[in-house]
């Protein structure tokens, strides 16, 4: 049941990351991403992660997908359908991404990986609450503290780069 | 069958490559850093199932961070598009070739 799930999730994840990657309109591309990310949740569940899928989803699909259609819509983009893709840059790309993918590849399947063997129980610690609390506090506080400061540092610059500078002579 | 840490890493690898591909291929700007944040999703679903089949929490803390850096690093992209956009009115990228020649 278990491996039929994560079939499903994973060919709902990748098939709707390449419809990312090929829809004509940049408002469909939006939405697949939606869809991938929502993949991308449940495989969390199946992995015991179940508070990171739910900030996937309140973060990525309630937050970063919002806003990104609301630029689309805040930038009206005059012939936002892509044009068709040129035959070198489809077949570079494609070489480029499949490169990629096999060496990858080959490192993670050569590479001596010391988890416990496929099938062997391990104890789900991702999947209480509890644990993420004392980890947070104890040993990351230092770096919650780091990611808080960060936040503030984004919004501010999102502040200044959104503002117009009315007196300031622009960088060309 | 059960799945085991090398179907996770394998889709991880394999969506990491769709994004990857995205990123190369397309022209619109804002459709390329959509697919950087698919590439940085598969690394969070590596992380996330090397944490699960080793049976400790650091991967899914490394994730919680990452997490909240991606949402502080797309609005501050996207503010960049939208002054990119205020400056010359496009956002396809073979279009902003201030600097060639």
């Known amino acids: ?172 | 069958m059960t799945i085991g840490l090398n179907d996770y890493l394998f889709l991880s690898v394999l969506l990491f490559a769709i994004g990857f591909l995205g990123v190369l291929l397309r022209k619109n700007t804002l459709v390329i850093y959509m697919c950087l944040e698919l590439m940085l999703v598969a690394s969070t679903l590596a992380l996330v199932a090397f944490s699960r089949f080793n049976g400790t929490l650091d991967g899914n803390v490394f994730v919680f961070f990452i997490l909240t850096v991606a949402a502080a690093e797309v609005a501050v992209g996207l503010a960049i598009i939208v002054a990119l956009f205020r400056r010359r009115q496009t956002v396809q990228v073979d279009e902003l070739n201030a600097l060639k020649n």
Do not use: C
């Open chain 1, 1 to 172: 049941m278990a491996a039929l799930l994560f079939y499903l999730f994973a060919a709902i994840t990748l098939g709707t990351a390449i419809l990312v990657v090929v829809s004509k309109n940049a408002v469909n591309s939006a939405m697949f991403f939606l869809l991938s990310l929502m993949g991308t949740a449940s495989l969390f569940v199946l992995l015991d992660a179940f508070l990171l899928a739910v900030l996937l989803v309140l973060v990525y699909a309630g937050a970063v997908v919002a806003l990104f259609l609301f630029i689309i819509m805040l930038l009206d983009m005059h012939g936002g359908d892509r044009k068709p893709f040129k035959r070198t840059t489809m077949v570079a790309s494609a070489f480029a991404a499949i490169l990629l993918g096999l060496g990858v590849l080959g490192f993670v399947q050569r590479a001596q990986l010391t988890s416990a063997p496929v099938g062997a129980e391990v104890v789900a610690v991702g999947a209480t609450l509890k644990g993420y609390a004392a980890q947070l506090f104890t040993t990351y506080l230092l770096p919650v503290q780091i990611v808080g400061f960060l936040l503030l540092i984004a919004m501010l610059g999102v502040i200044v780069l959104s503002k117009r500078f009315e007196g300031l002579e622009d960088v060309k």
